[in-house]
T-cell receptor, first 116, second 109 residues
Framework: DTEVTQTPKHLVMGMTNKKSLKCEQH?????MYWYKQKAKKPPELMFV???????INESVPSRFSPECPNSSLLNLHLHALQPEDSALYLC???????????????FGSGTQLSVL | QKEVEQNSGPLSVPEGAIASLNCTYS??????FFWYRQYSGKSPELIMS????GDKEDGRFTAQLNKASQYVSLLIRDSQPSDSATYLC?????????FGAGTILRVKS
């Protein structure tokens, strides 16, 4: 199993809603990531978890709250988002510690988020 | 600010030709280099990694690295219409991967 699974694939939410994005991998990877990607732009790193601990937060607004319940699962809790937060949210995992020299990322299929 | 630069394209090549995609990076201490392919509306997919100066071949793909010139490239031989996608160069020089903006490749049949 070499997949990173993300749910839901599409999400529409209002600015007062609370929702969560979910990510799961069973490759035994110990680093997991959240990226945000706007159309025609490269992925932008949001958070990195290494061995279930938050190791990098790229100054992401607090309306995004990550959670890593165990080594296979990663969540992103969303609250009071703005329309400009509409984007493709990508989860990824890698087989080495975050920051290792050989950081190969395996991406999930993403959640296309629209904030109304 | 660590930067990874790519020509946005689109790069158009005829079917069967060699497509050459280029990338430069600013951080001299970068150690590992990756090429990801992203089809429209899909997530990035790792296609090549390279860590040492020189060439690395995998099927129709060849990655080339020149650390002295801070330059990494991807050659796609016998290009196919299915290779049409955005190719993202990514460089790891520290504690995270930095992506270039990507080059759009169009292979015409």
């Amino acid at each position: 199993d070499t997949e990173v699974t993300q749910t839901p694939k599409h999400l529409v939410m209002g600015m007062t809603n609370k929702k969560s994005l979910k990510c799961e991998q069973h490759m035994g990877h110990r680093a997991m990531y959240w990226y945000k990607q706007k159309a025609k732009k490269p992925p932008e790193l949001m958070f990195v978890y290494s061995y279930e601990k938050l190791s990098i937060n790229e100054s992401v607004p607090s309306r995004f709250s990550p959670e890593c319940p165990n080594s296979s699962l990663l969540n992103l809790h969303l609250h009071a988002l703005q329309p400009e937060d509409s984007a493709l949210y990508l989860c990824a995992s890698s087989p080495r510690d975050a920051g290792g020299a050989n950081e190969k990322l395996f991406f999930g299929s993403g959640t296309q988020l629209s904030v109304l | 600010q660590k930067e990874v630069e790519q020509n946005s394209g689109p790069l158009s090549v005829p079917e069967g030709a060699i497509a050459s995609l280029n990338c430069t990076y600013s951080d001299r201490v970068s150690q590992s280099f990756f090429w990801y392919r992203q089809y429209s509306g899909k997530s990035p997919e790792l296609i090549m990694s390279i860590y040492s100066n020189g060439d690395k071949e995998d099927g129709r793909f060849t990655a080339q690295l020149n650390k002295a010139s801070q330059y990494v490239s991807l050659l796609i031989r016998d290009s196919q219409p299915s290779d049409s996608a955005t190719y993202l160069c990514a460089v790891n020089g520290g504690n995270k991967l930095v992506f270039g903006a990507g080059t759009i490749l169009r292979v015409k049949s």
